[in-house]
């Protein structure tokens, strides 16, 4: 594939000849034409003997020629089979029987027969190894299918069909299937993003938010922090609460914090800042300046963070103890300690530790000393 792609357009950037191939899945025709399609469309330019993307290519699509194909194929199945193939094609490359009559709407035993010939045709695949985890599960033998058969469904259709997988799922989920929360949470999205001026929009997006919460914190507990403050993130896009996005891009932060990354990390802070100060949340605001302070001071800016900690303290003196007051008490002194001026830093510990007994703030300081 390599020579392939590098002989129709020397100098293609890997990253997008990497791209091709996965998406390509070893037929050389869905190269060739991907090629083709982004040259027709100036999405690659010639600059001597190599070619350079111009802008951000996205996404992928299917080139023209290569989708009449295989729309062709699905056209040459029964009606009953290629109507199968597109309700397959909502619960992804890979999907359960059960699964499937429920998404078509129809008992398991009627689709028995059109699965064996869908098989029998190469259409599908299904896992006959006894040893196999996944053994009964069917799935495309090229996704290329799932994906024009997926995109020849009218969107109603296709939004029925997610919400009617999303609700089989959750069952599934409720009686303990943590690891299938993510797909769940898509088929919420999806079927959002299918209609966002349905009546049930509203109900929908909520879902989703919450699916993808409960999504980014099992992936929190699991240590991928990247994909957690991705979902975090999503999350945070489908709220229309300054306190509820606030809270959501606080977690994004962390989790950009996780992973080392200081600048996301300051960027998802400060917004987490401004909104909860918008909303009024002074004393939640100056939680952030403890999150912000800890960013630089894990970046050597030990004074800064004094300074932020400082300001935050000012902000809060004489209010009630709770939790919020007692993280920036014990953060201004942290640090104080930490620069070595242990005489500004001790009555500040001591405060902080007379501050521990607020509902609450035994935890946020246990938080902080982790980060």
């Known amino acids: 594939m390599d020579k392939l792609l590098l002989g129709l357009v020397p100098g293609l950037p890997r990253p997008l000849m990497e791209r091709i191939q996965e998406r390509a899945e070893g037929i050389p025709l869905y190269a060739v034409e991907t090629v083709r399609m982004l040259l027709d469309r100036g999405l690659l330019v010639e600059e001597g003997t190599a070619y350079r993307p111009v802008g951000q290519i996205e996404t992928l699509e299917v080139p023209e020629t290569l989708h009449a194909l295989i729309a062709a194929r699905l056209d040459g ?17 890979t999907f359960t029987p059960q699964g499937l009559a429920v998404v078509a709407g ?3 035993a009627e689709l028995e027969p059109m699965l064996a010939s869908l098989v029998a045709k190469e259409g599908l695949s299904v896992q006959a190894d006894p ?20 995109e020849t469904l009218p969107k109603r259709e296709r939004r029925g069909r997610h919400l009617a997988a999303a609700s089989y799922l959750e069952e599934m989920w ?23 001026e349905a009546a049930d929009a509203g109900q929908i997006k909520g879902r989703a938010r919450a699916m993808l919460v409960r999504s980014a914190e099992r992936a929190a ?32 932060g962390q989790m950009a914090e996780v992973r080392g990354r200081p600048e996301a990390a300051t960027a998802r802070y400060e917004e987490a800042a401004s909104l909860f100060e918008r909303a ?18 894990v970046r050597g800016h030990t004074e800064r963070a004094i300074e932020r900690m400082r300001a935050a303290y000012s902000g809060l003196t004489g209010d009630v103890p709770d ?49």
């Not at 929360?181 to 999205?189: N, T």
């Not at 403050?229 to 509820?244: H, I, K, M, V």
């Not at 009024?280 to 001071?297: F, I, K, T, Y």
């Not at 201004?332 to 007379?354: C, I, M, S, V």
């Open 106 to 108: 129809r008992p398991e």
């Open 221 to 252: 507990a699991l240590a991928a922090s990247e994909e957690a403050g991705s979902a975090f993130e999503r999350a945070a896009n489908l709220t229309d609460s300054d306190l509820d996005r606030a809270a959501l891009m606080e977690r994004a």
């Open 280 to 297: 009024g949340e002074v004393r939640r605001s100056a939680r952030m300046q403890a999150h912000l302070a800890d960013v630089e001071s």
């Open 77 to 93: 199945m029964s009606p009953g089979e290629r109507q199968l193939v597109q309700d397959a094609s909502v619960l992804g490359k």
């Open 131 to 150: 040893r196999s985890p996944d053994r009964g599960q069917y799935g495309f033998l090229q996704d290329l299918v799932r994906t024009v058969a997926y």
């Open 323 to 371: 939790p919020e007051l007692a993280v920036v008490v014990a953060q201004l002194g942290r640090f104080l300690a930490l620069a070595g001026r242990y005489e500004e830093a001790a009555p500040l510990l001591e405060e902080a530790l007379g501050l521990a007994g607020a509902p609450g703030a035994e935890r946020s300081l246990f938080a902080g000393a982790e980060q």
């Open 174 to 196: 409720s009686a303990g299937t943590d690891e299938i929360v993510e797909v769940v949470a898509a088929h919420y999205l999806e079927a959002w993003h299918l209609d966002p």
